[in-house]
T-cell receptor, first 114, second 112 residues
Framework: AQSVTQLDSQVPVFEEAPVELRCNYS??????LFWYVQYPNQGLQLLLK??????LVKGINGFEAEFNKSQTSFHLRKPSVHISDTAEYFC????????????FGSGTRLSIRP | DTEVTQTPKHLVMGMTNKKSLKCEQH?????MYWYKQKAKKPPELMFV???????INESVPSRFSPECPNSSLLNLHLHALQPEDSALYLC???????????FGPGTRLLVL
């Protein structure tokens, strides 16, 4: 079985500051990793994904994440945030053999202060 | 066309009503999903359809009845719901069961 832990339920950051949202996972099999963003009153949008290959993954809106197998982490980063980045961010994992059952973390609410 | 559409956006229904949620995608995806999301919680998987056949039912109560009339369309029929079923219902699709899922905007359901 897989599990995902998002260590911070809320992260307040000033505009134009860097941010890191932390995600750790647990799995006995190989996995795919994802970050989804949910803006207020909207559905989920895929930010980026790690399937294989380079451990540094670049996504939309200037976000990137690094897969660290030894630390079982997949932290999300952005060097300079904007007010428009205010949203809920979900880290997720699926076994690479079947992506049907996404296991989501509990979410991190990123709030940007002017 | 790279989006999943869902209708209606909002739905209010009484506990004796019958209503349906609709999801559509025109990306040629062969797997489609229903999720339920309560406020401040992650989405929870309800059903998975693969090639128009139900492949996963996460022990969802029978008052929720999914239907996949064709490869582009997924419905969720609702009957005799309870107030605790109020939530955001999200639809997703993927090329196959091992590919990335793309989500629709959701239907916000309120059961009175």
């Amino acid at each position: 079985a897989q599990s995902v832990t998002q260590l911070d339920s809320q992260v307040p950051v000033f505009e134009e500051a860097p941010v890191e949202l932390r995600c750790n996972y647990s799995s006995s099999v190989s996995v795919y990793l994802f970050w989804y963003v949910q803006y207020p009153n909207q559905g989920l949008q895929l930010l980026l994904k790690y399937l294989s290959g380079s451990t540094l993954v670049k996504g939309i809106n200037g976000f990137e994440a690094e897969f660290n197998k030894s630390q079982t982490s997949f932290h999300l980063r952005k060097p300079s945030v904007h007010i428009s980045d205010t949203a809920e961010y979900f880290c997720a994992v699926t076994p690479s053999s079947s992506a049907s059952k996404i296991i989501f973390g509990s979410g991190t609410r990123l709030s940007i202060r002017p | 066309d790279t989006e999943v559409t869902q209708t209606p956006k909002h739905l209010v229904m009484g506990m004796t009503n019958k209503k349906s949620l609709k999801c559509e995608q025109h990306m040629g995806h062969r797997a489609m999903y229903w999720y339920k999301q309560k406020a401040k919680k992650p989405p929870e998987l309800m059903f998975v359809y693969s090639y128009e056949k139900l492949s996963i039912n996460e022990s969802v109560p029978s008052r929720f009845s999914p239907e996949c009339p064709n490869s582009s369309l997924l419905n969720l029929h609702l009957h005799a719901l309870q107030p605790e079923d109020s939530a955001l219902y999200l639809c997703a699709s993927s090329q196959s069961r091992v590919e990335t899922q793309y989500f629709g905007p959701g239907t916000r359901l309120l059961v009175l």
